[in-house]
């Protein structure tokens, strides 16, 4: 059975759920930090180390500036009421994209940066205003500064992902089979599962279930 290590979600259709359910695209973003709770509990049982969730990208700025408000405030909200809890459960709390929001939302993101770093059980990499093509040119910008042979081992030093290993598995959830700028370098060899459920109804059960495949596909990595 294959190990894993490290699980990437694409958190799809939250929107399209709450346009369906709740005639509210917001209702279901709401919706859909219920069942992050959920995939974080069952990857904790799971015993996996590392859970990346995409939650916003640096082309979600051409979304409705009210939808991009609520969102915020969720993640705000959830910070302020729920940090105490993951740091109780020893889960880390990483940021991976750039911090350009609000001094209140920059601050309570760097708050539970540093109140969880030490944190051992799991470590959550939260994908905020994050471009994967964005984080290869600045590495590659980096790289050359440095003065290094650029190679793969020297670039992987200045990805945000630095000193964490690449995903094992990648999951999208709401019927998109695409990676929309997401960890492009990071997912060369990963084992990808397109689900069509929106991110709100996916449940524990699909995750296991989904889980229990990755665990028994035959991983070649190039190799016979």
Known sequence: MNPLNHVAIIMDGNGRWGLKNKNSRNAGHKAGLNTVEKIIKETIKNKIQFL????FSTENWKRPKKEINY???LLENFLVNRIEDLHKQNIKLKILG???????LNKLLNLAEKKTY??????INLALNYGSKYEIINALKNLKKSKGKINERNLTKFLLTKNIPD??????????????????????????????????????????????????????????
């Open 71 to 73: 969102l915020f405030t």
């Open 52 to 55: 990346t969730l995409y939650a």
């Open 118 to 123: 030490k944190n051992k059980k799991l470590q």
């Open 167 to 224: 995903p094992d598995l990648l999951i999208r959830t709401g019927n998109t089979k695409r990676l929309s700028n997401f960890l492009l370098w990071q997912l060369a060899y990963s084992e990808i599962f397109f689900e069509k459920k929106l991110w709100p109804d996916f449940k524990e059960k699909d995750y296991n279930k989904i889980i229990k495949k990755f665990k028994n596909i035959k991983r070649n990595f190039g190799k016979i």
């Open 98 to 104: 750039l911090k350009n929001f609000s001094k209140r």
